[in-house]
């Protein structure tokens, strides 16, 4: 019984990491880019909210209103200053320059919070701590069953505005071939532009959900960067559904991992993901397949 | 290129000839080092040579083969700890540090299967992952107690004096060993082929080079490195906490001073380590706003000038002083000013 529980758990903490796998996974299937400040930006968001709530007294989910068409705007002039310049440069660039972002935001960070670890729990009142008992050795929290709901209306969201939009189909053609979309009369820099600022306000929404159900800290991106990379390479990176299942098979496995011994959580997250590869790499798209699987099924 | 009467194909020059004599020179002032120097110039030396060691690997990595590794620190750290575990069951404890890279190297080997048949952004991250994994490994070994790390007690053997120069001896003759397998290894076929691969992957395979080879033996050569400076590195600071072996700040240093230096260049991963090493000494002490201009300046450096300091020298001038590539020359230009000549880094 405890195991069903330790699994629950694990796919309810799966729709966090498919969360902030969201807008990674995105800009790798619009842009080809990997953008290693992801999780120094879902920090920058999170304090965002933490400043709106601690001295303006805002909501973190009000403070939302803002702090998402913010992020939005940084995603915009990243696009423009940052990874437009980087991608022409080959493949080499964007990982040194993102990389070099992602110092300058954390330090930056500290510089302005301190090493103080933060979190917005306390401003979201009985939401933090309440759940539903199942059972008496089963409880979902409601905050975990709201991260769940809200990656799959974004993942699911994301996808019907690629699959039957005029911009989304605009950003997809981008993404297949950014010169011959020129000829067609789409503007490809803005569509960049626009995906990643579409991407940027997934992140503020995953910098949101980490802060409340966790604590945070200037340099907690790093970590949020390799489990938001992880559940996207599990799932088969650029596959919106595929981030999901990834999200959810690390955190199943970081949750069983945790159950037999204390460093299990990280050993089996990271494990699960090299595994994950091995199986890519050597055995094809396990993901891919397993959604064809699906189809075939259905 | 004998069809061409009228073309020459250089690889030395006068300048670099030179620069080789200077460079010896300045090898044998420094293998002597701790027979004039001061203690604290002999400390920091040996610091210097490390970060030339870390330099000359990543960019040979990055700038040469085009892998991009973010997960560096986790040869940096296991060689410390092979080095810290080797010494404490015994092994004689400047033999260990050797040693100990050898078997980071070894153990690279099987994870060059998996991690090279990643590219770009999967490569780097995917290494961060590895990196990740090992410091957990490391502190399931209770000889590390965990976070709270242990130190380096064979050293004690050695008096202060004797301990200093022996460090700095093996700093140097891994530096140099390291400079000059680097050296011939780019000079060689292998160095024309994992450029080619850098420039394109599939044109490269298509002409015969053999990619998976030449990519793995940059790979297992740039984690055996990294393992002796991180096996060095514990020498001189005694202790070792694997949270600090194992931070990514390493990965943050040795692309700062190849970017800056010049990323691809064989001379830039040098001047690079020279430059942090300088920055380091200046700025250090300011904390927070040191690291976040060394972040500034990776990305400056990555948008702006992405061949860095000599990259932008060697465009500028023509100068080789340590020659890895070809040069191929209109025989009237020869003795002309070495105007924009055309460069062929070989295939």
């Not at chain 1, 699911?156 to 989304?168: S, V, W």
Request: net charge neutral; charged share 10%.
């Amino acid at each position: 019984m405890i195991f069903v529980n330790q699994i629950i758990q694990g796919v309810l903490l799966g729709g966090y990491y498919a969360l902030i796998a969201c807008g990674l996974s995105f800009m790798f299937s619009v842009m080809r880019i990997i953008n290693l400040a992801h999780g120094s930006l879902a920090i920058l968001a999170a304090y965002a909210l933490f400043v709106l709530a601690d001295r303006y007294d805002v909501s973190p989910f009000l403070g939302l209103v803002v702090v998402v068409p913010a992020m939005a705007l940084v995603g915009a002039g990243l696009q423009r200053a940052v990874l437009e310049r980087s991608a022409r440069g080959g493949l080499l660039v964007p990982v040194l320059s993102t990389f070099g972002l992602s110092i300058v935001i954390d330090n930056l960070l500290f510089e302005q919070f301190g090493a103080d670890t933060r979190s917005l729990a306390p401003y979201i009142g009985d939401l933090s701590y309440d759940s539903w008992s199942l059972t008496d050795d089963i409880a979902i929290g409601k905050l975990a069953a709201l991260t769940m709901a809200t990656a799959i209306v974004l993942l699911g969201g994301i996808q019907l505005f690629l699959n039957h939009t005029q911009l989304g189909r605009m950003i997809r053609a981008t993404a297949e071939d950014a010169d011959t979309v020129g000829l067609v009369g789409v503007n490809a820099r803005r569509v960049n532009a626009l995906a990643t600022a579409i991407a940027m306000a997934t992140v503020a929404i995953s910098g949101a959900f980490l802060a409340m159900r966790a604590t945070f800290d200037p340099y907690a991106g790093a970590l949020q960067l390799i489990f938001a990379f992880e559940a996207a390479v599990i799932g088969g990176a650029g596959s919106l559904w595929g981030t999901l299942f990834g999200g959810i098979v690390l955190g199943v496995a970081q949750s069983l991992g945790a159950s037999v011994s204390p460093q299990g959580f990280f050993l089996a997250g990271h494990g699960i993901f090299l595994v994950a590869l091995f199986l890519r790499l050597y055995f094809g798209d396990f993901g891919l397949r397993l959604r064809r699987f699906a189809r075939r099924a259905a | 290129m004998s069809a061409h009467a009228n073309l020459v194909v250089e690889r030395w020059t006068r300048e670099s000839r030179v620069a080789l004599a200077v460079a010896a020179l300045a090898a044998v002032l420094l293998a002597l080092g701790p027979l004039w120097l001061g203690a604290n110039s002999v400390d920091r030396l040996t610091t210097l040579f490390i970060y030339v060691i870390l330099a000359v690997m990543w960019n040979a990595l990055v700038g040469y083969c085009g892998l991009v590794s973010i997960g560096q620190q986790a040869f940096f750290g296991l060689g410390a700890y092979f080095a810290v575990r080797l010494a404490d069951s015994g092994v004689s404890v400047y033999p260990s540090l050797f040693l100990a890279a050898f078997i980071v190297g070894a153990l690279s080997l099987p994870l060059s299967a998996l991690m090279l048949r990643l590219k770009g952004g999967e490569f780097a991250i995917g290494m961060w992952v590895v990196s990740e994994l090992c410091h957990l490994l490391v502190n399931l070994d209770t000889l590390i107690n965990g976070e709270t790390g242990t130190s380096l007690i064979a050293l004690n053997a050695y008096p202060t004096d004797l301990r200093r120069a022996l460090t700095y001896w093996c700093a140097f003759a891994a530096m140099a060993g390291l400079l000059a397998v680097v050296f011939f290894l780019l000079r060689g076929p292998t160095g024309s082929a994992i450029q080619a691969i850098r420039d394109n992957e599939q044109a490269a395979e298509s002409i015969g080079v053999r990619v998976t080879r030449a990519k793995r033996t940059v790979f297992v050569l740039a984690a055996f490195g990294a393992a002796l400076a991180g096996a060095l590195w514990v020498a001189t600071a005694v202790t070792f906490q694997p949270k600090t072996y194992f931070s990514p700040q390493w990965t943050a240093y040795m692309i700062f001073m190849a970017l800056v230096g010049g990323l691809g260049t064989f001379e830039g991963a040098i001047l690079g380590a020279v430059v942090f090493f300088a920055i380091e000494a200046w700025f250090g002490a300011a904390g927070v706003w040191y690291l976040v201009g060394l972040g500034a300046a990776a990305l400056v450096f990555a948008l702006a000038l992405p061949r860095g300091i000599w990259g932008w020298v060697e465009d500028k001038t023509a100068l080789r002083l340590l020659p890895v590539g070809y040069r191929v020359h209109f025989l009237a230009e020869r003795n002309a000013a070495p105007t924009a000549p055309s460069e062929k880094n070989a295939t």
